[in-house]
Nanobody, 116 residues
Framework: QVQLVESGGGLVAAGGSLRLSCVAS????????MGWYRQAPGKQRERVAT???????DYVDSVKDRFAISRDNAKNTLYLQMNSLKFEDTGVYYC??????????WGQGTQVTVSP
């Protein structure tokens, strides 16, 4: 079992920034794929950003050039830097990590609210 603990969410005005963190109870260097999803009220969960062990990153179009995913293997932590936040970025953000020999794990979610 792997526990993922997220933090960094909160209330911010449009145009502001937040940095989300996701700390894993297991080394993330052995995770093959990790990233962030979000779910807005009344909407389906949406993939926001992905990071592979090979260093490839990918973003949903709506956050490109505003969000940046990064990782610190020494701290077993995944980050999501969110800049120029918009009202439509509001939602619960979930981190996930996939281990080829361990399965898929999700964090509990952290609320991000952007005021217009």
């Amino acid at each position: 079992q792997v526990q993922l603990v997220e933090s960094g969410g909160g209330l911010v005005a449009a145009g502001g920034s937040l940095r989300l963190s996701c700390v894993a109870s297991r080394s993330i260097s052995s995770s093959s794929v990790m990233g962030w999803y979000r779910q807005a009220p009344g909407k389906q969960r949406e993939r926001v950003a992905t990071f592979t062990s090979g260093g490839t990153t990918d973003y949903v179009d709506s956050v490109k050039d505003r969000f940046a995913i990064s990782r610190d293997n020494a701290k077993n932590t995944l980050y999501l830097q969110m800049n120029s936040l918009k009202f439509e970025d509001t939602g619960v953000y979930y981190c996930y990590m996939f281990y080829a020999r361990g399965g898929l794990y999700w964090g509990q979610g952290t609320q991000v609210t952007v005021s217009p």
